[in-house]
């Protein structure tokens, strides 16, 4: 008697052990299965500003070579000039760390709306020869913008990839002075100007949360902004858009 109720308890212990593992199994597939979806609850917030460094590249210039080749004169005419800025100049040459500042409203999870500001610029000075002429210059071009940017999110766990359309206003402060010389003769000219005009493009970036409140980024915009103030090309404006690739510090609230 007392052999069979031992057995009976034997078997009511195994069976309540595997009641346990079993329990305990399920309920951890359902965290499994769960916790993506904790987790973008948890970064579920609707606010994030982010400080961003990086470079700023401008599209090449492939435009083909302009102007006629000075002579010996002693008068540079216009299409001399344009001779002189097309051999000397490119305005890659400009190409120039950035600093931006950038704040993000989410509507919804997966959508908000970036409002990002911005500055790049560089000065150059140039020290060539050019058919007898002397050319000492010196040009710079700084360009403050801000942008505006729908954004679309993929969220999960640690990640947010996120892209979408931009559109801003670039303002731009340029600057240039060159003096040359051709034996004892010497020509001196300055020119400044201050341009805008509109820009667009898209943006993409992945970000990496460290904590819960607070990532890191990396982002690349393509971006087209005309400046039609300033014509140092014959035929057309320039773009003083570009590519901007940018490491991020992001604060969510």
């Known amino acids: 008697m007392r052999y069979g109720q031992r057995l009976l308890r034997k078997v009511a212990l195994l069976i309540m052990a595997k009641m346990n593992y079993a329990v305990f199994l399920v309920a951890g597939l359902l965290i499994l299965a769960a916790a993506p979806a904790l987790g973008a609850e948890w970064f579920d917030t609707h606010h994030s500003l982010a400080l961003r460094v990086g470079i700023h590249n401008y599209f090449p210039d492939r435009s083909e070579h302009e102007g006629t080749e000075p002579n010996s004169d002693m008068v540079v005419t216009e299409d001399e000039w344009l001779y002189i800025w097309e051999k000397g100049y490119r305005i890659q040459d400009l190409d120039s760390a950035t600093m931006e500042l950038g704040y993000e409203y989410k509507f919804l999870r997966w959508l908000g709306v970036g409002l990002d500001m911005g500055f790049y610029g560089r000065k150059r000075e140039y020290d060539f ?70 820009g667009w493009g898209s ?18 915009r393509l971006m087209i902004a005309i400046i039609d103030e300033f014509k140092p090309e014959e035929g057309g404006a320039m773009n003083l858009g570009g590519n901007v690739f940018t490491l991020s510090a992001i604060a969510h609230f």
């Open 203 to 220: 943006v993409i970036g992945f970000e990496f949360r460290i904590m819960r409140y607070f990532g890191v980024a990396l982002e690349d």
């Open 129 to 198: 020869h050019v058919s007898g002429f002397d050319v000492e210059s010196e040009m710079s071009i700084n360009v403050f913008h801000f942008d505006l940017s729908p954004r679309f999110h993929w969220l999960t766990r640690w990640t947010d990839l996120y892209g979408g359309p931009v559109i801003g206003y670039y303002g731009a402060d340029f600057d240039f002075k060159i003096d040359s010389r051709y034996g004892e003769h010497e020509y001196t000219f300055e020119d400044s100007d201050h341009g805008d005009g509109v």
